[in-house]
């Protein structure tokens, strides 16, 4: 639900951009600013569910006797409603603190909008300096303290996928290692996306169209090939059509040796 509300925000907003042509695109204010939540909202709400997942597999893992009263489903409804919630209230914050700024620029070199491109439009002052410092307040909160939660659940699991069985091990890394796929995605874009905006006064435009595009398109698509290819289903549908595909390669050699 989350990879699609992401998607739906602004996979249709670029095909409609792409259609129009010409080589920059105009949006009101307002809807950059809902652009910029929305998109924000799906992304930092990714980081607390992935803590969510880490700490149920760490609960069924490492305290098997107590997930049935820890996990319970009340637990979990609480849970989901703190990892869209939270993310909603402090990034709604935040695009708020935006709007108040006075602007003295209008252009920007992504293709779609964002808090900090926001900021950096405006000119100055202490009510900037506030909306950067919360900005990075909220960053904290919604991506750096899940990932560290990530690595502590994961390295318990780990710990105690070495001292038990090769059976139990395997189940259990084979349970996980999707969850981790997803967690490096994230982080390497997240990575990126802070990294982009330290070299930003030095880059090209060209290249920061290209980052912004990276960022959003590679989580979208690389995390449903992730939990797709664990399904069964999925996984024995992909094996007959390769071996469908490799028959008929086979066969048209042999159709061209016979020939």
């Given amino acids: 639900m989350n990879s699609v509300a992401g998607s739906t925000v602004f996979y249709p907003k670029l095909l409609v951009d792409l259609l129009r042509g010409g080589r920059s695109v105009q949006v009101t204010l307002r809807g950059c600013m809902c652009e910029a939540w929305l998109l924000y909202s799906s992304g930092t709400s990714s980081f607390l569910l992935l803590a969510a997942m880490s700490f149920d597999r760490y609960v069924s893992i490492c305290r098997p006797l107590l997930y049935t009263v820890v996990m319970s489903p009340a637990t979990v409804l609480a849970l989901l409603l703190l990892c869209w919630l939270?993310?909603?209230?402090?990034?709604?914050?935040?695009?708020?603190?935006?709007s108040r700024?006075?602007?003295?620029?209008?252009?920007?070199?992504?293709?779609?909008?964002?808090?900090?491109?926001l900021v950096s439009l405006s000119c100055g002052g202490r009510e900037t300096l506030l909306s950067e410092v919360y900005n990075l307040s909220v960053i904290v909160a919604t991506v750096l303290l899940p990932a560290i939660f990530v690595l502590f659940s994961y390295s318990a699991v780990l710990s105690i996928c070495l001292r038990r069985s090769r059976s139990f091990s395997s189940k259990a890394l084979s349970t996980c290692l999707p969850h981790l796929l997803v967690f490096c995605n994230y982080s390497v874009s997240?990575?990126?996306?802070?990294l982009q905006r330290r070299l930003q006064a030095g880059s090209q435009p060209t290249a920061s169209v290209l980052t912004s595009i990276l960022q959003v398109m590679i989580p979208t698509v690389f995390n449903p090939v992730v939990y797709g290819l664990k399904v069964t289903e999925i996984r024995a549908q992909l094996r007959r059509l390769l071996?469908?595909?490799?028959?008929?390669?086979?066969?048209?050699?042999?159709?061209?040796l016979i020939h």
């Fill in 86 to 98: 939270l993310p909603v209230g402090l990034v709604g914050t935040a695009v708020l603190l935006a």
């Fill in 101 to 117: 700024l006075p602007l003295c620029r209008s252009q920007l070199s992504r293709i779609y909008c964002d808090i900090y491109s």
């Fill in 190 to 194: 997240s990575g990126v996306e802070v």
């Fill in 243 to 256: 071996g469908c595909q490799r028959f008929t390669r086979h066969t048209w050699r042999l159709l061209f």
